[in-house]
Nanobody, 125 residues
Framework: QVQVVESGGRPVQTGDSLRLSCLASGRTGRVYGMAWFRQAPGKAREFVAGLIWSDGLTYYNDDVRGRFTVSRDHAKNTLFLQMTSLKPEDTAVYYC??????????????????WGQGTQVTVSS
């Protein structure tokens, strides 16, 4: 089992930057992938960005590609999401997720068994 805890969400203005962090604990040595998802009010949870934990290969939702960067500090078991040029439509609760050891599609919400409580990002115009 892996536990993940997000932090860093807060209210910002359009065009601002923000970095989210996700600290993983537990059996992190058996994680294949980690990712960020988000859920806006009244909408389904969607994939934002993720990576393969062992080699850092990254994947992005087309809506955030070029604005958001996902990375990890392997030694500190921490996943990051650097967000730039934020827009009001980026407003959502952002969730961190960790998979098990099996090779899985990084962008597939069903790939993940371990979820954090979420951190709110609010972008105002």
């Amino acid at each position: 089992q892996v536990q993940v805890v997000e932090s860093g969400g807060r209210p910002v203005q359009t065009g601002d930057s923000l970095r989210l962090s996700c600290l993983a604990s537990g059996r992190t040595g058996r994680v294949y992938g980690m990712a960020w998802f988000r859920q806006a009010p009244g909408k389904a949870r969607e994939f934002v960005a993720g990576l393969i934990w062992s080699d850092g290969l990254t994947y992005y939702n087309d809506d955030v590609r070029g604005r958001f960067t996902v990375s990890r500090d392997h030694a500190k078991n921490t996943l990051f999401l650097q967000m730039t040029s934020l827009k009001p439509e980026d407003t959502a609760v952002y969730y961190c997720a960790a998979s098990g050891p099996e090779q899985i599609p990084i962008s597939d919400i069903g790939s993940y068994d371990n979820w954090g409580q979420g951190t709110q990002v609010t972008v105002s115009s």
